[in-house]
């Protein structure tokens, strides 16, 4: 009877199915990965001027995604946008946009907080080899800067992929709606489906988060200060 | 805007508020709770608990909430355990949140002084005596700002609950959003509402931390 639920999954393409999903929910993570880390960096060396007309749209930028949770703010680009602004947006553009604009603030915040961890001489001493600030930060500072945020920023990539799930929500077809369609097709006949789909959909996040999170806890080990 | 829209909505606002404080908070308390039981058993390195402890903790924190939600409520069913949606609701947010505030908790406990744990033993204190006198006093003032931000990422975390069909106020929204199509009025009021729960807890634990700081022990 228990079995019968799980026999499903490997009846055809339905196993197949879900890890297509799984692969799509990790492209958009993937992509979103890669803006967040590029504009992440640029926005947290910006942050570590000391101009507070500089610091404070960042900042306000930054507590924006700290206090509104990822999935309202799903909705509203997902509605506002189109709503008011006569722009299509398909939910993955939706994601995308969102996915990004979070990563790169947590990011910058990440990125900055460590190159103010450095110590100063670093700064004065590239000072006086009379390095301009592009060089200092280009030579000196953000490659020392990375080293030391690594794990966090490994860290951040498993939320992201974590909040992947959410994506549900405003329709991507990412691996929890594949496996909602299997449940559908195969309610009638196997009533205990729900169960071994949702059960497998919990080990695959499992198997790709928790191998991020073992790998960012070594390097916190190894690199710490 | 349409104003006459949010009068009439208000109450359904209202409703959905003090629901997603009223789990928000249970589940709080409960993560704190199964925090401090497996921070303590991760510290003392307990045998036997500690290996299950680690395998919670692990599975905790790298899944989707809603997918611990989506097994509880859709999946337990069907195996004859169920549950309703506030219920399920509780338990995942119980069982994400002890993950993170034992995290915290025990990074807290390990950042106090060995030199203290020493002293505390040549005094003959016992086991409990060191967690209830020199540990945990010290271990709160150091974990309050990771608490916070607990508190915070679970208070978020309660968004989640929209996709089982508890009436927080993610899913009012959408549910008053299919019924009207007022998107715009809908969405505001949504963000509104976190505003109004989050922004004066921001405030409140940015002042928290600076008095516990300020409280701590030889700084």
């Known amino acids: 009877m228990l079995n019968s639920g799980l026999n499903v999954l490997f009846e055809g393409i339905n196993f197949l199915r879900l890890l297509e999903g799984l692969v799509h929910t990790l492209r958009i993570a993937f992509i979103a990965v890669i803006i967040s880390l590029v504009m992440g960096t640029i926005i947290g060396v910006i942050r570590t001027s000391n101009n507070k007309f500089v610091q404070f749209p960042f900042k306000i930028y930054l507590e924006l995604f700290r206090i509104i949770p990822i999935l309202v703010w799903l909705f509203v680009i997902y509605y506002i946008v189109p709503v008011n602004f006569d722009v299509e947006l398909s939910a993955e553009t939706v994601a995308l946009i969102v996915f990004s604009l979070w990563g790169a603030a947590e990011m910058s915040d990440i990125v900055r907080g460590a190159i103010i961890s450095l110590p100063k001489h670093q700064v004065e001493s590239s000072r006086a080899l009379g390095l301009g600030k592009i060089q200092m930060y280009r030579y000196v500072l953000v490659p020392q800067a990375a080293k030391r945020s690594i794990p966090q920023i490994i860290n951040l990539i498993t939320r992201m992929i974590k909040t992947t799930a959410l994506l549900t929500m405003i329709g991507v077809v990412e691996v929890i709606k594949v496996g909602q369609q299997i449940i559908q097709v195969n309610n009638t006949e196997y009533p205990t489906i729900s169960f071994w789909i949702y059960g497998v959909i919990f080990l695959l996040y499992f198997c790709i988060c928790f191998p991020l999170s073992r790998i960012s806890r070594k390097l916190e080990q190894k690199w710490a200060m | ?219």
């Not at chain 2, 004066?200 to 634990?205: G, K, Q, V, W």
């Open chain 2, 1 to 219: 805007m349409d104003w006459q829209y949010f009068s009439e909505v208000l109450p359904h606002y209202k409703m959905a508020l003090w629901l997603t404080v009223k789990l928000a908070t249970i589940g709080i308390f409960f993560a704190v709770i199964v925090g401090v039981i497996c921070s303590v058993i991760q510290y003392f390195k307990i045998k036997g608990l500690h290996q299950i402890v680690q395998v919670y903790l692990e599975i905790a924190r790298n899944t989707p909430l809603l997918i611990q939600l989506f097994f509880l409520y859709f999946g337990l069913p069907k195996i004859g355990i169920t549950l309703s949606g506030e219920m399920c609701g509780i338990i995942g947010l119980t069982f994400l949140g002890g993950s993170y505030m034992a995290e915290v908790i025990r990074s807290g406990m390990e950042a106090v002084s060995k030199t203290q744990l020493e002293s505390a033993k040549a005094l003959g204190l016992s086991n409990i005596q060191l967690m209830r006198y020199v540990i945990i006093p010290q271990a709160i003032s150091y974990s309050v700002p990771g608490l916070g931000a607990n508190c915070i990422f679970l208070i978020k975390e309660t968004s989640v609950f929209s996709g089982i069909a508890i009436l927080e106020l993610t899913n009012t929204t959408k549910n008053l959003m299919g019924i009207y199509y007022k998107t715009n009025e809908a969405l505001f009021m949504l963000v509104i509402g976190y505003l109004i729960i989050l922004l004066p807890l921001t405030f409140f634990l940015m002042w928290l931390e600076r008095r516990v700081r300020n409280a701590e022990f030889g700084a």
